[in-house]
């Protein structure tokens, strides 16, 4: 078993003084390659404070932090730009996509900001996987008219876009009904099956981590099981 | 940047009504600052044709020489030289400078002339006149006398004179008649009137009279030279440099006409100001337009910056993103409101065909470029302030997870 990340001894504290929260106390977690992990604790024991923390969108108060060997807590603003846009795909539950543009042009946004325009090469690539996602309908559909489910999954294609190790994906079913919610899964754990890529999903729902190899449980600041 | 460019044009196209608003009010202000500079240009250039435009641009006057004397070392006088009296100070060799400043690049005319004191006698009626002898021929060189006959010609020869309405009525002079000009040297000429003019200026309708150069050689007792030498350009605004050269040339005292023109300078400089003053102000406008919508776009992409940056746009990108859509802003309200304001412009009349009452407006005045190129680096600063607070987006709380 081969790591792709490690964190160790991560701590993160909110505010100062009485307003002082301190939301993980020396957390440590190693995920492995092609992983299919779910992340699960209630509300407010700091699951999305963690994925922001591996997906380089924050820096912790203190510990370590190594994803394919290149130490992430020291790098600056631009390289974490760099290797957020080449090896992290993100799914996030609200404001997941740009509603000014059309499913297709969403599922490119990553390879064309690197490449500086849309390439026929990066279309046709998005365009599979939006077939992939079932939303062969979709291609060309402006982003705002999608439903719930359609939009989460338009938002996985983007996060594979630019075939990174590593999706981390913060309650992306948190808002869909049980059909679509099950749908997008399935989909995940299909693309983990083929493409290996490692995914890391949290959740407050059992059935939804269920259908996770692996099982993460965070409570009070730590990993509890 | 291709792709910036196409993120920039949607975020405009996207909300269009508001967009249009925005760059109807760039447009705006561009009209307003096209409409100054034509408005301030035309009214400048009408106040100087209308001033300057009949009065010699350099003219050469011929000086008295001072009083001096040769004192020897025991004190008496060896020779003096006295200011003349009878005698008109005069440019003897005029005749040899003429062609050289003829030859000044900028001048269109020079017009050699003897000017002097006289009496105007028809009858028992006299009056003092300020006689000028022109070339015959060359009549309207300086002073357009052609336009403004109302009787008879311009037309100067020997035992002609010209003169102005006023004193026309004045004396009951009538085309054709006769009267004795006297001049202040005490010769006297006997002149029949061959022309009647208008000016609309009192004192030179009212007191001037114009006879041929040989005539006023005669009347002045001048042989040779003239008393004076007036000089037309083709660009008033030359006058000065013009001047100084054609003194470095012939050495003469070439005066200018904006020296005594003082009043006139500071009214079209103070004019000047206030354009520059609004034009300013219509700049400004635009920047606090521009700078607002944007900042208010920022705050209301606030969600989709902290995505765009989550998948790897960098800050300079954001940056890129708006600043695009501030310079476009700028660059369509600026063609439009320059299109705008050559539209309003065109019903104006020439700057050749001024008229008085109306507003002279000079469409070829209306910096339309310049008014363009000012709007989009405006409207680019403008937007340098929102874009550096969208790069400045914390994805984390922007996302709101
Ligand atoms: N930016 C922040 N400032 C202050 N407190 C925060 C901030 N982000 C999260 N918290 C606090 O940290 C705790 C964990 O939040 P979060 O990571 O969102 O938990 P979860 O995703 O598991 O619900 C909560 O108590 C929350 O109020
Ligand atoms: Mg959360």
């Not at chain 1, 365009?127 to 705002?144: H, I, N, Q, T």
């Not at chain 2, 004397?69 to 009878?86: C, F, K, S, T, Y």
């Not at chain 2, 002097?116 to 009549?139: D, I, W, Y």
Request: charged letters at 20%; aromatic letters at 6%.
């Amino acid at each position: 078993m081969t790591a792709l990340l490690e964190v160790s001894d991560l701590f993160k504290t909110f505010g100062s003084g009485e307003a002082e929260t301190r939301v993980l106390r020396g957390l440590s977690l190693t995920l492995a390659v092609g992983e299919m992990a779910a992340l699960l604790g209630p509300s407010g024991s700091g699951k999305s404070t963690l994925l922001t923390i591996l997906g380089t969108l924050m820096k912790p108060t203190s510990g370590c932090y190594t994803m394919l060997g290149q130490d992430l807590v020291t790098a600056d603003d631009r390289a974490l730009t760099e290797f957020r846009n080449r090896h992290i795909g993100f799914v996030f539950q609200f404001h997941n996509l740009l509603p000014d543009f059309t499913a297709l042009e969403n599922v490119v946004f990553p390879t064309a900001v690197r490449e500086g325009r849309e390439t026929e090469q990066a279309r046709e690539r998005g365009r599979e996987l939006l077939v992939r996602m079932g939303l062969e309908a979709r291609v060309d559909f402006p982003s705002a008219n999608l439903s719930g489910g359609q939009k989460q999954r338009v938002a996985v294609a983007r996060a594979l876009m630019n075939r990174p190790e590593l999706v981390l994906a913060d309650e992306p079913t948190g808002n869909l009904d049980r059909d679509s919610a099950m749908q997008v899964m399935d989909l995940i754990a299909e693309i983990n099956r083929d493409e290996g890529t490692t995914f890391l999903i949290s959740t407050h729902d059992e059935k939804i981590a269920s259908l996770c190899a692996r099982q993460i449980v965070v409570g009070d600041g730590l990993v509890t099981g | 940047m291709l792709y910036g460019l196409k993120i920039a044009t949607r975020y405009l196209t996207a909300s269009k009504a508001q967009t249009a608003l925005l760059v109807l009010g760039v447009a705006v202000g561009v009209f307003i600052f096209i409409f100054m500079s034509a408005l301030i240009g035309g009214l400048a250039e009408f106040i100087l044709s209308r001033t300057v435009g009949d009065i010699s641009h350099i003219t050469i006057q011929a000086e008295d020489p001072d009083p001096a004397v040769l004192i020897d070392d025991d004190g008496h006088v060896l020779a003096a030289i006295e200011r003349g009296r009878a005698r008109t100070a005069t440019l003897p060799d005029a005749a040899t400078y003429l062609p050289l400043i003829k030859s000044v690049p900028g001048v269109v005319a020079v017009s050699p002339q003897i000017g002097g004191a006289g009496f105007l006698a028809r009858g028992a009626q006299v009056a003092q006149v300020s006689v000028t002898g022109l070339e015959p021929g060359r009549e309207s060189a300086i002073l357009n006398l052609r336009g403004y006959i109302v009787e008879g010609s311009e037309r100067l020869g020997s035992g002609i004179v010209v003169l102005g309405e006023t004193l026309a009525d004045d004396l009951s002079l009538r085309l054709g008649q006769t009267l004795r000009l006297q001049s202040s040297t005490g010769a006297s000429a006997v002149l029949t009137v061959g022309g009647i003019y208008d000016t609309g200026n009192g004192m030179i309708d009212g007191s001037s009279v114009y006879v041929s150069l040989p005539t006023a050689r005669t009347l002045f007792a001048l042989p040779q030279g003239v008393t004076r030498i007036e000089i037309k350009l083709s660009d008033l605004n030359a006058a000065d440099t013009t001047a100084l050269r054609i003194a470095a040339l012939t050495g003469l005292d070439a005066v200018p006409w904006t020296d005594g023109a003082e009043q006139l300078m500071e009214a079209l400089d103070a004019q000047a100001q206030t354009g520059y003053f609004l034009k300013t102000f219509a700049l400004i406008t635009i920047v606090i337009g521009v700078a607002s919508a944007l900042l208010l776009s920022t705050y209301r992409r606030r969600p989709e910056i902290g995505i765009m940056r989550a998948m790897g746009a960098g800050r300079g990108f954001v940056i890129f993103v708006f600043v695009t859509q501030g310079a476009l802003v700028g660059l369509l309200g600026g063609l439009s409101g320059a299109a705008l304001g050559y539209l309003a412009l065109l019903p104006f009349p020439s700057r050749d065909a001024f008229e008085a009452g109306t507003l002279p407006m000079d469409i070829t005045q209306g910096s339309y470029g310049l008014a363009i190129t000012l709007t989009v680096i405006g409207a680019i600063l403008a937007s340098i302030l929102p874009a550096r607070s969208a790069a400045r987006v914390d994805p984390v709380t922007a996302i709101g997870q």
